[in-house]
């Protein structure tokens, strides 16, 4: 642990520098080092391999004590379990076409995790083929789906120790198989989802079968002129479902002026997907280095006393939110404030661009107050557009708004799209509506 906090103290100084206490609230080139700092190949992902989200969490104290927040838990952090599958080893596929009873002297290709296939969230551990002994994969004929003979051969088939390939569009399609034939495909070695992008994702449990999903494009280019749509693979895995896996929130409070008993709150998840194998590292710049460094703008705007409100701050930066808003629930279910006495919480999530402006979930539920922050920026134009969308569990505001707390989640619009790969990196966030995004912010909390 103390190794950590030297490593924190070092990414501080090189997050924000020496700046004086009381420096300017909003500094872009600031932003975009907190951003670059927790999307640095350091962070790991800001994920449950190699210590990711504990490396975020350290450096995000660091930050929370220098701007003076007091900590609402011991050190910041409010610490709850979590299970996470994970795949901190060797992740490698390679592709043989053309040779299927000589598969030594067919073409292949060594494909790379991350830009060409990554694992399912939920895939179990295997080693499948290997040189020169490469196991089949065959692709899954749509007619199955609709036609009794065509689902009788494949109950007939054979894995020989190797598997199947599924088009995206089709898997939501198995579970109207017979369950026989549902079964079957279980049981092989290997599955295959063909996408037409890769988008990672985390989950709590840990499937017996290797999967793998695969960019659609590549499959085809080396598949393009197998006949029975059979492939060979050589497939490693090494997966590692971790339970009650202690990871972290981080809270601190700036007292309110007058009425420090009511609070208005304001949360980004810091974690993200971490590493898939020892190469492939998911930066999370947009989602949510993004908006962890708008929450720390905000933090060192209210840290100045001319800037305090009336009402107590309390800032919230969320772990586990990529694991299913495992952090913000458990929050809920053990509240650090009165959640009855939360004025208003807005959590950011993704706000690294902004070309077309931003949305406002639960807009709709909260009209008058969506009203007043439209209003606010018909005013003075901060960002382009505001537009409103109704109740979705899709961040961490999701469980403060079943539990009666009203709030809003903001995030942007228009510009890069990339989103949980291994793209969204620091260096190609635009920022476009940061600024407005801060401004905008600002006023609506005052309008308290």
């Not at 080139?29 to 990711?52: D, F, S």
């Not at 299970?83 to 060797?90: A, L, M, S, W």
Request: aromatic share 10%.
């Amino acid at each position: 642990m103390a190794g950590l906090m030297a490593t924190g103290r070092r990414w501080l100084l090189l997050g924000i520098g020496c700046l004086p206490f009381g420096a300017l609230a909003q500094d872009m080139a600031r932003a975009r080092q907190t951003i670059a700092t927790l999307a640095a190949p350091q962070m790991h992902g800001r994920g449950y391999v190699r210590g990711g989200d504990r490396r975020a969490a350290a450096y995000l104290r660091q930050r929370f004590q220098q701007l003076g927040l007091q900590p609402l838990a011991p050190d910041y952090t409010q610490s709850f379990p979590l299970d996470v599958n994970t795949f901190p080893g060797k992740l490698q596929l390679e592709l043989r076409f053309g040779m299927l009873r000589f598969p030594m002297l067919g073409r292949s290709r060594q494909l790379q995790p991350g830009k060409e296939f990554i694992a399912a969230p939920e895939s179990g551990s295997g080693k499948i083929g290997g040189p020169f002994s490469a196991a089949p994969v065959i692709r899954l004929d749509t007619l199955v789906f609709t036609d009794a003979a065509a689902q009788q051969r494949l109950l007939k088939r054979p894995w020989y120790g190797g598997g199947v390939a599924i088009r995206s569009a089709d898997v939501p399609r198995l579970a109207t198989l017979p369950l026989p034939l549902q079964q079957h495909l279980d049981s092989a070695a290997l599955r295959f989802t063909l996408v037409p992008k890769l988008t990672a994702s985390l989950a709590p449990t840990q499937a017996g079968q290797v999967r793998l999903d695969i960019l659609e494009s590549v499959w085809q280019k080396y598949a393009a002129k197998q006949d029975d749509l059979a492939a060979q693979v050589a497939v490693r895995v090494d997966a590692e479902l971790k339970h009650d896996y202690q990871t972290q929130n981080l809270i601190g409070i700036l007292p309110g002026t007058t009425q420090p008993d009511s609070f208005l709150v304001v949360t980004a998840h810091y974690d993200h997907l971490g590493t898939m194998g020892r190469r492939a590292y998911f930066p999370g710049a947009n989602d949510n280095a993004s908006g962890t460094a708008m929450l720390l703008e905000l933090a060192t705007y209210y840290a100045r006393p001319e800037n305090r409100p009336a009402y107590s701050v309390v800032f919230i930066a969320f772990g586990g939110e990529e694991a299913g808003l495992v952090g913000s629930r458990y929050f809920v279910q053990h509240p650090l404030v009165p959640l009855p006495r939360i004025r208003f919480l807005l959590n950011l999530d993704l706000l690294g661009t902004g070309e077309e402006g931003i949305t406002v979930v639960n807009g709709r539920v909260l009209p008058d107050a969506f009203q007043r922050l439209q209003q606010l920026n018909e005013a003075e134009h901060f960002v382009p557009s505001v537009a409103a969308r109704g109740k979705a569990a899709n961040s961490d505001h999701y469980y403060f708004t079943e539990s009666g707390v009203p709030a809003f989640f903001l995030y942007t619009r228009g510009g890069p799209t990339a989103y949980h790969n291994v793209h969204d990196q620091a260096a190609a966030l635009p920022l476009t509506a940061f600024s407005g995004v801060f401004r905008l912010i600002i006023r609506f909390l005052a309008s308290f």
